[in-house]
């Protein structure tokens, strides 16, 4: 073989190997979506109209990607920033609206959760400097297993997959999603309740007053160049 010869053979063997990446690259961000907050409705107006800007803080914790599968929780972070205020989160009360805008009862995440999901729950209490930390989904995203009885999530919050299986409406918004010509959105509605901390929740007719934090998310598909070592946008 001459040099003329071994020359070609590298350069293919070269232009393989980078197919090769450049095809895997792709293929791994094919089915990639980004999940953040709707910059249209922010939780911090929410919270100054109802005066409650200096005593609450709500945030989660987002990836930067997620697989379309995914995710099947949200991780949240309640902050009590009040002196003197109690601040009972009110689960069975808050609702999760999914991309079809069909309202789901929320539930609290915990390990080895064996008890039945219709079993109203318990409201969260947040004294005064205190932080609250939770993982929260959808009921219906919980599947129970037969042999341990334990109660898991089997689906993700924001169902991609499933509008495969749906009607022609759905089957649209999936194709129109997965080509990036579509946003799909869905929110998780918490429902609170407040009372002077000294007192706690008065029994009878004195019931403290409710607030409502709509926490609204976008879901966005991302396109294979976001695979990309030198995007920016990451």
Not at 172 to 183: A, C, E, P, Q, V
């Amino acid at each position: 073989m001459n040099n003329g010869d071994l020359d070609l053979v590298v350069f293919t063997l070269y232009i393989i190997g980078i197919t090769y990446t450049f095809n895997r690259m792709v293929d791994s961000i094919a089915d990639r979506m980004k999940v953040e907050f709707d910059p249209k409705k922010t939780i911090a107006e929410q919270l100054k109209k109802q005066n409650l800007e200096e005593k609450l803080d709500i945030s989660f914790s987002l990836k930067g990607m997620y697989p379309i599968d995914e995710p099947d929780s949200l991780s949240i972070s309640i902050k009590n920033k009040s002196e003197d205020l109690a601040v009972y989160v009110d689960w069975d009360n808050s609702s999760i609206v999914g991309i079809e805008q069909r309202s789901r009862r929320v539930i609290r995440k915990s390990p080895d959760l064996i008890r039945d999901l219709a079993v109203p729950q318990i409201p969260s209490l947040i004294v005064p400097g205190k932080t609250l930390k939770e993982s929260v989904t959808a009921e219906d995203v919980f599947k129970r297993d037969k042999e341990t009885g334990i109660y898991s999530p089997g689906n993700p919050i924001a169902n991609i997959p499933g509008l495969q299986k749906g009607g022609k409406p759905q089957k649209k918004m999936y194709s129109n999603f997965m080509s990036g010509k579509l946003d799909l959105e869905f929110s998780l509605d918490l429902v609170f309740r407040t009372a002077n901390a000294a007192y706690g929740i008065a029994q009878g007719t004195n019931v403290p007053p409710v607030c409502i934090i709509n926490c609204p998310f976008i879901i966005k598909k991302l396109p294979w160049t976001y695979a990309l070592p030198w995007n920016k946008k990451k």
